[in-house]
């Protein structure tokens, strides 16, 4: 069974611009959570959706968005990208009722 | 609110000595618990999980934890640390029916030869 799949791995991104990221679940897996890594912040829960809706969202501004579609994959924006929006962003499925998430291998995220 | 302690975001140990790293939690409803691993340059791998069963917990690598609700604990113990056991280590907690993971701040394991 494949895993959990991120693109881009790496992206360059200028300040004020806009940057979106996917991510495809594991089959069968309805669920799609993102989190934000930083050194200074450490790992940090962006938003969780399930079946195409947003079921819980982190304490971030609204220029985090993202969105679920019919076969699961889950894309997130950032718009007007600032320099502290540079961070590994990770993506995690959920399998079943016990919150097992299994995580991708992440896109790396450079605003310059 | 949950949240979970990692304490010491550095841990050395020589090849062959025990592993122990150290989560304590807070949580207002009966916690599931888990213990992921992150090599350089790649995503969050999961070595084991508690969710109210054995409190007993044994995972992947020789890894094991064992939850402690009187000390709200859930420390991660290996018997013999190999050179490949070296990472970063991150402990995290949610609550039944919620998919939001709360991390801790991470522990970075140090082998050597």
């Known amino acids: 069974k494949a895993g959990v799949t991120q693109t881009p791995r790496y992206l360059i991104k200028t300040r004020g611009q806009q940057v979106t990221l996917s991510c495809s679940p594991i089959?069968?897996?309805?669920?799609v959570s993102w989190y934000q890594q930083t050194p200074g912040q450490g790992l940090q829960f962006l938003f969780e959706y399930f079946s195409e809706t947003q079921r819980n969202k982190g304490n971030f501004p609204g220029r985090f968005s993202g969105r679920q579609f019919s076969n699961s994959r889950s894309e997130m924006n950032v718009s007007t990208l600032e320099l502290g929006d540079s961070a590994l962003y990770l993506c995690?499925?959920?399998?079943?009722?016990?919150?097992?998430?299994?995580f991708g291998p992440g896109t790396r995220l450079t605003v310059t | 609110a949950q949240s979970v302690t990692q304490l010491g975001s550095h841990v050395s140990v020589s090849e062959g000595a025990l592993v122990l790293l150290r989560c304590n939690y807070s949580s207002s409803v009966p916690p599931y618990l888990f213990w992921y691993v992150q090599y350089p340059n790649q995503g969050l791998q999961l070595l084991l999980k508690y969710t109210s069963a054995a409190t007993l917990v044994k995972g992947i690598n020789g890894f094991e934890a064992e939850f402690k609700k009187s000390e709200t604990s859930f420390h991660l113990t290996k018997p013999s640390a190999h050179m490949s056991d070296a990472a970063e280590y991150f402990c995290?907690?949610?609550?039944?029916?919620?998919?939001?993971?709360?991390f801790g701040t991470g522990t970075r394991l140090l082998v050597s030869p």
């Open positions: 089959s069968g897996h309805r669920s």
């Open positions: 995690a499925s959920t399998s079943g009722a016990e919150n097992e998430q299994y």
């Open positions: 995290a907690v949610t609550a039944t029916g919620f998919q939001k993971l709360v």
